[in-house]
Nanobody
Framework: QVQLVESGGGSVQPGGSLRLSCVASGSFDSAFVMAWYRQAPGKQREYVALITGGGGTNYADSVKGRFTISRDNAKNTMYLQINSLRPEDTAVYYC?????????WGQGTQVTVSS
């Protein structure tokens, strides 16, 4: 089992920035692909970005140029730097770990963008 705990969410004004963190524990392997997803009110959960164990990254088109995913394998931690926040970025952001046999999810952290 892998446990994931997100943090760093909050309420910010449009144009602001946040840095989300996801700490993994348990049977975590730094080679596992990790990803961020988000779910806005009344909408389905959507993919945001992923990062491989070696640091390769991929982003959803909607966040390219504003979001940066990274990880520190020594700390079993993944990050999501979010810049130029927009009201449409308001959502619960979830961390995902793609394990050997299944995917694991964190409990989510709320990001609210409002003036």
């Amino acid at each position: 089992q892998v446990q994931l705990v997100e943090s760093g969410g909050g309420s910010v004004q449009p144009g602001g920035s946040l840095r989300l963190s996801c700490v993994a524990s348990g049977s975590f392997d730094s080679a596992f692909v990790m990803a961020w997803y988000r779910q806005a009110p009344g909408k389905q959960r959507e993919y945001v970005a992923l990062i491989t164990g070696g640091g390769g990254t991929n982003y959803a088109d909607s966040v390219k140029g504003r979001f940066t995913i990274s990880r520190d394998n020594a700390k079993n931690t993944m990050y999501l730097q979010i810049n130029s926040l927009r009201p449409e970025d308001t959502a619960v952001y979830y961390c995902q770990c793609r394990g050997r046999q299944r995917n694991y999810w964190g409990q989510g952290t709320q990001v609210t963008v409002s003036s």
